[in-house]
């Protein structure tokens, strides 16, 4: 005798919808007491949870895909501005070189002129790009400053029993007896 209800629709409705094995029962007009002894013996509960794990697990491979794109993107971009840096301190009149503007009678024009003394901002600007290129790259890469290392030792020393002052000295913390009150 076949059934009156398609079983395997109704449980792929369970398990990949949002409605609840009563919402089922209702909108189906089926007795609840036959839906549920279908929902315990096929165990549409854990077909349900599988299929959410699965759902999740294929987000969180589409999501480390996408930002895996674009992290290497990323990096990209880093290893362009590393060769022009690269490129900029190679040449040893880069930070001689300065651009003279001069007014004249037919308007104005712009000239590179190799001087004898260097320009401290053009250096000091390549300085703070070289910086921001290296905390760029350890972000990307994760990669701790010697500072970060140093802050995260010293967090780590205080989590323990053991501490670290700022003379570096390491020491055992004696926490007192723990009294038990009497009923």
């Known amino acids: 005798m076949k059934s009156k209800y398609d079983w395997s629709a109704l449980k792929t409705e369970y398990v990949t919808g949002d409605i609840t094995a009563a919402g089922l029962a209702k909108k189906y007009n089926i007795n609840p007491t036959t839906l549920y002894r279908h929902y315990q013996i096929e165990r549409w509960n854990d077909a349900k949870k599988e299929y959410l794990e699965s759902v999740m697990e294929k987000c ?17 971009i880093a290893d362009k501005l590393s060769d022009v840096l ?6 040893k009149k880069q930070f001689y070189r300065y651009i003279v503007k001069e007014k004249g009678d037919g308007g104005s024009s712009e000239e590179e002129r190799v ?6 901002q053009s250096l000091n600007n390549a300085i703070k790009a070289l910086s921001s290129l290296e905390e760029i790259k350890r972000a990307m890469y ?7 290392e140093r802050k995260l030792q010293l967090s780590e020393g205080s989590s323990g029993t053991k501490s670290t002052d700022d003379t570096g000295e390491t020491g055992v913390v004696i926490l007192p007896e723990i009294k038990e009150d009497e009923e």
């Open 142 to 148: 994760g990669i701790l400053s010697p500072a970060e």
């Open 86 to 91: 690269d490129e900029a301190v190679s040449d």
């Open 60 to 76: 969180a491979d589409n999501a480390a895909y996408i930002a895996a794109i674009k992290l290497a993107k990323e990096i990209e």
């Open 115 to 120: 001087f004898g003394k260097m320009d401290m």
